[in-house]
Nanobody
Framework: QVQLVESGGGLVQAGGSLRLSCAASGRTSRSYAMGWFRQAPGAEREFVAAISGSGSSIHYVDSVKGRFTISREAGKNTVALQLNSLKPEDTAVYYC??????????????????WGQGTQVTVSS
């Protein structure tokens, strides 16, 4: 069993920055791939960014490339998502997810086994 806890959401003006963090507890004997997704009201949950267990492989959805940065502490299942140059369309609940069974791929919800409770990010215009 793995528990994921996100923190760092909030309200920010367009152009501002936030830093989200996600800490895993429980089954953490090895590093596993982790990702961030977001879900706006009335929309489906969408992929934002993912990082491999080693940190050597990173992926972003096109809409956040150059603005968001995913990172992790070496050897730990703690990941962060730095959100810069925020836009109103980035407003959503952001979820951290863990792929502990090493499923191939990183963009689909069903490729992840555990999810955090979500943290709200609101960007005002």
């Amino acid at each position: 069993q793995v528990q994921l806890v996100e923190s760092g959401g909030g309200l920010v003006q367009a152009g501002g920055s936030l830093r989200l963090s996600c800490a895993a507890s429980g089954r953490t004997s090895r590093s596993y791939a982790m990702g961030w997704f977001r879900q706006a009201p009335g929309a489906e949950r969408e992929f934002v960014a993912a990082i491999s267990g080693s940190g050597s492989s990173i992926h972003y959805v096109d809409s956040v490339k150059g603005r968001f940065t995913i990172s992790r502490e070496a050897g730990k299942n703690t990941v962060a998502l730095q959100l810069n140059s925020l836009k109103p369309e980035d407003t959503a609940v952001y979820y951290c997810a863990a792929n502990i069974f090493s499923r191939p791929g990183y963009e689909r919800v069903d490729q992840y086994d555990y999810w955090g409770q979500g943290t709200q990010v609101t960007v005002s215009s």
